[in-house]
């Protein structure tokens, strides 16, 4: 396990994690700061994701990893997301975690690559969007289950930082797992993309996994 600095934690709490990872875990210690102050520490963190390397916790002062018991994972179902999926898995199962899988409705933006994009650019109604976008909860879920994985599935609207923090609070989620993908949008460089921003708000840990 690799620490940047001395987190809030002891390596002993912190070790379950890192094994569940391979043994490849940067740890950052959030203490209490300006809130900009954290979105700039989240968009370092996906800065140093994209050059390539180990998972990196964020982990605000007060929070801990030493017992996990519900891990939180936001689905945006995009390709590139699977990596961190595979890693939440793998966590869930050496914890024996739940899963909780969560999917935000919002602006709807697509990534170049995205394997279903011609079905989404085809539907006719948001609630086609939304049949759609279940039955990718099911497959994620029924994957966690094969596993031996309790997993269950929700949605939500609204901003996506927003409702994956509201998410966590309302149940009890231990340690929320999030896929880094860089800016997508003038907002994302300007405020700080999704993952940053869950960072500047999280009580709680959060995993950011390259994607």
Same mark, same amino acid.
Do not use: K
């Given at each position: 396990?690799?620490?940047?600095?001395?987190?809030?934690?002891?390596?002993?709490?912190?070790?379950? #994690?890192?094994?569940?990872?391979?043994? !490849?875990?940067?740890?950052?210690?959030?203490?209490? +700061?300006? *809130?900009? @102050?954290?979105?700039? &520490?989240?968009?370092?963190?996906?800065?140093?994701?994209? +050059?390539?390397?180990?998972?990196?916790? $964020? #982990?605000?002062?007060? @929070?801990?990893? %030493?017992?996990?018991?519900?891990?939180?994972?936001?689905?945006?179902?995009?390709?590139?997301?699977?990596?961190?999926?595979?890693?939440?898995?793998?966590?869930?199962? $050496?914890? *024996? =975690?739940?899963?909780?899988?969560?999917?935000?409705?919002?602006?709807?933006?697509?990534?170049? !690559?995205?394997?279903?994009?011609?079905?989404? *650019?085809? &539907?006719?109604?948001?609630?086609?969007?939304?049949?759609?976008?279940?039955? +990718?909860?099911?497959?994620? $879920?029924?994957? =966690?289950?094969? #596993?031996?994985?309790?997993?269950?599935?929700?949605?939500?609207?609204?901003?996506?930082?927003?409702?994956? %923090?509201?998410?966590?609070?309302? !149940?009890?989620?231990?340690?929320?797992?999030?896929?880094?993908?860089?800016?997508?949008?003038?907002?994302?460089?300007?405020?700080?993309?999704?993952?940053?921003?869950?960072?500047? +708000?999280?009580?709680? *840990?959060?995993?950011?996994?390259?994607?």
């Amino acid at each position: 396990m690799t620490l940047l600095s001395a987190p809030p934690a002891s390596p002993a709490a912190l070790s379950p #994690l890192a094994a569940a990872l391979g043994g !490849n875990l940067i740890t950052v210690p959030l203490a209490p +700061r300006h *809130a900009f @102050a954290r979105v700039l &520490v989240g968009s370092g963190i996906e800065d140093a994701l994209q +050059r390539g390397g180990p998972p990196v916790l $964020a #982990l605000p002062a007060g @929070a801990s990893v %030493a017992s996990i018991s519900r891990v939180l994972f936001p689905a945006d179902f995009a390709p590139r997301s699977e990596p961190a999926f595979q890693r939440t898995l793998q966590i869930c199962q $050496a914890l *024996a =975690a739940e899963l909780h899988l969560l999917h935000v409705y919002g602006d709807d933006r697509l990534l170049p !690559n995205e394997t279903d994009q011609a079905r989404r *650019a085809a &539907v006719r109604s948001v609630r086609e969007l939304f049949v759609l976008d279940q039955e +990718r909860l099911g497959v994620f $879920a029924a994957r =966690a289950r094969e #596993l031996g994985v309790p997993a269950s599935a929700a949605t939500a609207e609204g901003r996506a930082h927003d409702a994956i %923090a509201r998410y966590a609070a309302a !149940n009890a989620i231990d340690l929320i797992v999030m896929a880094t993908h860089g800016p997508r949008s003038t907002e994302d460089i300007l405020l700080g993309t999704t993952t940053a921003r869950v960072i500047q +708000r999280s009580p709680i *840990a959060v995993l950011a996994v390259p994607a």
